[in-house]
């Protein structure tokens, strides 16, 4: 897979902002990326910015079940489940677009 297939976009939340401010971002990356793929294509993305990561947390979240009613009666559905990494880059380091946000 290449960098770009990996690390799918950023994640954008209050928490992930506010952890961009220690050097923490948060990206959705593809359900089969492993820490190592992540880490380099994260490396690769931002190598204009000379971004070193020193840590990749990983977590899937799982799909959740959504219900709505209608005329003909219940509608059961659910989320896509996706998995989001956790990337620490080294200290002094920061990826510019987290910034503007």
């Not at 998995?83 to 677009?97: M, N, S």
């Amino acid at each position: 897979m290449t960098a770009p297939e990996i690390v799918l976009r950023p994640v954008i939340s209050e928490k992930s902002i506010d952890e961009s401010g220690r050097g923490k971002y948060t990206f959705a990356v593809h359900t089969d990326a492993n820490k190592i793929q992540i880490k380099a294509a994260i490396e690769e993305l931002y190598k204009k910015e000379n971004v070193t990561v020193i840590a990749v947390n990983v977590l899937t979240t799982k799909a959740k079940e959504k219900r709505r009613g209608t005329k003909r009666g219940r509608i059961v559905g659910h989320t896509t489940p996706w998995r989001k990494a956790i990337v620490t880059l080294a200290p002094g380091q920061k990826i510019e677009f987290f910034e503007g946000v």
